[in-house]
């Protein structure tokens, strides 16, 4: 009774290992299990072997969840000197040396007007001659147009003028930084750089640190490593401007048989699928199919356009074949989009592999039942 009951589980467990492997326990598709239905007509995903023949197409199609920017201003030069703005400090100190001044007092040689704010209207009042517009100009000229006007009441008389910047002649600094806060604007050469330098550098905890530069209904963007390395890149603030740094958040998802399954954030501007396989720990060796990793990815229908401007379907997976020189190449120059899942599937050997393990428990199980 025994030996029949034993033979049975052997002849089931045969059959279990043959026709049931597909239904076994593992963590990730096997290749053939999405590259088969993308091929039928009513399939809703693309399915695109990445190739060199491939990355050109690809490269003209849209980007897709990139931070939204009006692109990065170049660098130039700009002059040196300062531009009195409206909201400004300057103070007026008048010498007259001539004997009954209307500007002076008795025995004196020079009179102070004190602090005065320019107003909205770009001038400052100055007695005997009203308002004197100095907005717009540099402090320099700003000395003589008040200077030419007293003149005319005091022909001897020479002006002494400082200037204190306000809100509107400097830079303000809002985040990401160890300092914070106003920077003014000494001259209209004043590099991005320069002012984060300025506010004590950059934090050190942000990852891959990202610039924003806010200037009117503008919103320019760029990443910190890039001014460093590019010159053409560290543009000059305008008044007004507001700068904020903050941490890359842009991320892709790893998933299946890789060496980690995790939220990857970007660790650079770009990212490539052959960095991505590297940062998710590589495929697994005794799982993976390396022939089969995966990269998803889902196009806006805008981007819908089947050939070079766009892909056929909204979502598309690009089968990425690290067993040939073609599909690292490839690989290499495949540039990952924030939101991508990178999925390494299983090896369908690795099924068959557990399949005959089970099977080989089953068939000692089934010979001690036998005995």
């Not at 034993?6 to 279990?16: D, M, Q, R």
């Amino acid at each position: 009774m025994n030996r029949r009951i034993g033979t049975a589980c052997l002849g089931g467990l045969l059959l279990f290992a043959l026709a049931a492997c597909s239904g076994l326990p593992r963590g990730s598709a096997i290749r053939s299990e999405i590259s088969r239905p993308a091929a039928a007509e009513a399939s809703d995903y693309a399915f695109y072997p990445v190739t060199r023949a491939l990355l050109p197409t690809v490269a003209a199609w849209p980007s897709v969840n990139t931070v939204p920017t009006d692109g990065w201003p170049r660098a130039q030069n700009g002059a040196l000197g300062q531009l009195i703005r409206p909201g400004d400090t300057v103070a007026i100190r008048i010498w007259d040396s001539s004997e009954n001044s209307l500007l002076t007092g008795i025995e004196e040689r020079s009179t102070s007007l004190g602090e005065m704010v320019v107003s909205p209207g770009g001038s400052v009042f100055v007695p005997y001659v009203g308002d004197v517009r100095i907005a717009g100009v540099s402090p320099q000229s700003a000395r003589l147009a008040i200077q030419n006007r007293l003149s005319a009441i005091a022909p001897s008389s020479q002006v002494q003028l400082a200037l204190a910047e306000g809100t509107q002649n400097a830079v303000s600094v809002a985040a990401g930084v160890n300092s914070p806060g106003l920077v003014p604007l000494r001259d209209r050469n004043t590099t991005v750089l320069s002012v984060i330098s300025q506010s004590g550098g950059v934090s050190p905890t942000l990852r891959n640190p990202r610039i924003r530069l806010q200037r009117g209904q503008k919103n320019y963007s760029t990443s910190l490593k890039r001014l460093y390395e590019n010159p053409d890149a560290n543009a000059l603030v305008h008044s007004g401007d507001t700068i904020i740094v903050e941490q890359d958040d842009r991320y892709f998802l790893a998933l299946g048989a890789a060496g980690k399954e995790d939220v990857i954030y970007f660790p650079q501007d770009r990212v490539t699928a052959l960095e991505a396989i590297s940062l998710i720990g590589g495929i697994t060796d005794t799982r993976a199919d390396p022939e089969g990793v995966l990269v998803l990815r889902e196009y806006p229908a805008s981007a819908l356009d089947a050939g070079l401007r766009g892909p056929r379907q909204q979502r598309v997976v690009f089968a990425i074949d690290l067993t040939t020189a073609d599909g690292l190449f490839s690989a290499k120059n495949l540039q990952i989009m924030p939101g991508d899942v990178v999925l390494a599937t299983e090896s369908p050997v690795s099924s068959i592999q557990v399949a005959l393990s089970l099977f080989g428990g089953g068939l000692g199980f089934a010979r001690q039942l036998s005995n």
